[in-house]
């Protein structure tokens, strides 16, 4: 009923900038909270960045000062601006969000089909 589309992966040498965008469709009344996860080969998928509906954002520690998460209400999309960027960042990255099909369901989640970064030299 809802669609995640990613966007932005992609190649990049250490040091370097990547910027991911995922646009929820669907039938959406409202959606909640935001987030990026990733999932680097032989390793559990962990949370990287999470926006409240409000605005409210919080990061692993491991990229904070260098990632930075957002949102546009108005498009249902989130994004994850990427600085900076180490080889261990390497992984599939896949966005999530919290959505209210109308006002009287309770809050359904949904996973995008995933991005791949990968950070090499």
């Known amino acids: 009923q809802v669609q995640l589309v990613e966007s932005g992966g992609g190649l990049v040498q250490p040091g370097g900038s990547l910027r991911l965008s995922c646009a929820a469709s669907g039938r959406i009344f409202r959606v909640n909270d935001m987030g990026w996860y990733r999932q680097a080969p032989g390793k559990q998928r962990e949370l990287v960045a999470a926006?409240?509906?409000?605005?409210?954002?919080n990061y692993v520690d491991s990229v904070k000062g260098r990632f930075t998460i957002s949102r546009d209400n108005a498009k249902n999309t989130v994004y994850l601006q990427m600085n900076s960027l180490q080889p261990d960042d390497t992984a599939v990255y896949y966005c999530?969000?919290?959505?209210?099909?109308?006002?009287?369901?309770?809050?359904?989640?949904?996973w995008g089909q995933g991005t791949q970064v990968t950070v090499s030299s």
């Open positions: 999530n969000a919290g959505v209210l099909h109308d006002i009287w369901e309770s809050e359904h989640t949904y």
């Open positions: 926006v409240a509906g409000g605005g409210s954002t």
